[in-house]
C-alpha cells in the first residue's frame, strides 16, 4: 500500500493514524481546528486581519488561512455563495484540516418580520425547503401508488412531528434529503432539519456581543458621524428559531411569509444548510450566526439595508459575534477542563 507524504508526516508527527479509517482527514493540516466558512468575503477579510500567525494555503484555488483567533485555532476559508460552492468548500475543508468544529457566518435576508436590519441571528436547526417533490396539482403526490409515498422513487416527504406531511407552497411538498453516514450504513438515513450543536447553542445564549448601529465607513472625515449610514435601531443578537437555506435568492414576499408562517423561519440564505449537510455526513458539530440585511422579499429597497452594506455594518456586525463566540468558547472549555482536573491530595499532618 503506498502511503501519501502527508498521511506519513500526520501520522508520524501528530499521531493521526489513530483516527478510524471513516473519520481520517488532514491532508495538509493535522492540528486541530475550529473551521470557519464564510459566505461574505469582506467578514472573512475581518477576521483573517486579526488572525495571529497566520498562514495561507491554496487547495484547488480556495485560500484557507490557519492561526489563533481569540485564543482558538482556526482556520478561515470564504465559501461563495450558493450551496453547491458551501458544500464543495465545507468537505474541502474537512478533508485538508483537521475540524473539531465548524462556525458559518454571513449575512442573510430576513423572514420574522419582528427582527430589524443589523440584527444578528443564530438559529438552533437549518432547513432546505426548496429540496421539493413539485406536483402538478395541489394533492398531496402519488408517484408511487399511495398518496404521500415517494419510496419507489428513492424519496421522502418531510413530516411533521406528528407525521403528517407539511404544507405545500402551492404545489411544492417539502421532501427530506438522504445522508449516509459512518454511523448510518449502509441504508442511510433521510433528514429534513439539522440541529446546531447543543452545546455551542448554549454558548452562544450567553454572548453579549458589542453590535454597532454605525458601521465603521460612517465616520466622517471631522471625526463624526454620517447618520444615514446608520441603522435606525440598536442591532440585537437573537439566538433560536429555524434558519432555512436554498438556491434561490429569494425576492418573493408570498413564499417569505409561507416560510415564517409553516416553518417558523428567522432568516433564509444561500449555504448554511448545505454546511449542515455536511457535517453531519462528516459528524462534526456546527452552528452559525447570520446578520439580517433586509426583509426578503419586500418591494421597496429599505433605507437601513443600504445603510447596512455601504457603512460596512454587515460584516462588522457578523465579525464581532463570530469573534464573541470564539471567545466565550475558550472560556467554556476552560472550565471544563478546570471541573474534571483531579483533586490535590490532602496535605499530610
Given at each position: ?248 435568492f429569494l425576492a418573493n414576499a408570498d413564499y417569505r411569509r409561507y416560510l415564517f408562517d409553516t416553518l417558523g ?85
Amino acid at each position: 500500500m503506498r502511503v501519501r507524504p502527508a498521511a506519513l508526516w500526520c501520522a508520524l508527527v501528530l499521531g493521526c493514524a489513530g483516527l478510524p479509517p471513516a473519520t481520517a482527514r488532514c491532508l495538509s493540516d493535522c492540528t486541530p481546528r475550529i473551521g470557519i466558512v464564510s459566505a461574505f468575503g469582506a467578514e472573512a477579510d475581518l477576521l483573517v486581519a486579526q488572525t495571529r500567525q497566520a498562514r495561507t494555503r491554496t487547495v484547488n484555488g480556495n485560500r484557507f488561512t490557519t492561526g489563533v483567533l481569540r485564543g482558538r485555532r482556526v482556520v478561515i476559508v470564504l465559501s461563495g455563495v450558493s450551496m453547491v460552492n458551501a458544500t464543495m468548500v465545507t468537505q474541502l475543508m474537512l478533508d485538508h484540516f483537521r475540524i473539531e468544529r465548524l462556525v458559518m457566518s454571513g449575512i442573510a435576508g430576513g423572514v420574522n418580520p419582528a427582527h430589524r436590519v443589523g440584527d444578528v441571528t443564530v438559529p438552533e436547526r437549518w432547513v432546505m425547503p426548496m429540496e421539493v417533490y413539485w406536483n402538478g396539482e395541489a394533492r398531496l403526490p402519488s408517484a408511487c401508488g399511495v398518496p404521500g409515498d415517494l419510496a419507489c422513487l428513492g424519496l421522502a416527504l418531510a413530516r411533521q412531528p406528528d407525521g403528517t406531511p407539511w404544507p405545500p407552497y402551492q404545489t411544492w411538498y417539502l421532501r427530506q434529503n438522504f445522508v449516509m453516514t459512518a454511523a448510518n450504513a449502509p441504508q442511510g438515513e433521510y433528514r429534513f432539519d439539522y440541529p446546531v450543536d447543543a452545546e455551542m447553542l448554549a454558548v452562544a445564549r450567553s454572548l453579549r456581543p458589542p453590535l454597532q448601529r454605525c458601521g465603521p465607513r460612517a465616520r466622517t472625515a471631522q471625526g463624526g458621524i454620517d447618520d444615514p449610514q446608520c441603522v435606525k435601531a440598536q442591532p440585537t443578537l437573537v439566538v433560536g428559531g429555524t434558519g432555512v437555506s436554498g438556491t434561490a435568492f429569494l425576492a418573493n414576499a408570498d413564499y417569505r411569509r409561507y416560510l415564517f408562517d409553516t416553518l417558523g423561519a428567522q432568516v433564509v440564505e444561500m449555504e448554511t444548510a448545505a454546511l449542515a449537510h455536511v457535517a453531519l455526513a462528516n459528524r462534526v458539530p456546527y452552528i452559525a450566526m447570520r446578520s439580517v440585511s433586509d426583509l426578503a422579499g419586500a418591494q421597496d429597497l429599505h433605507a437601513d439595508a443600504v445603510a447596512l452594506f455601504t457603512s460596512g455594518l454587515a460584516e462588522a456586525n457578523a465579525a464581532a459575534v463570530t469573534l464573541s463566540f470564539l471567545e466565550a468558547w475558550s472560556a467554556h472549555q476552560a472550565s471544563k477542563r478546570r471541573a474534571v482536573r483531579p483533586a490535590p491530595p490532602p496535605a499530610r499532618r
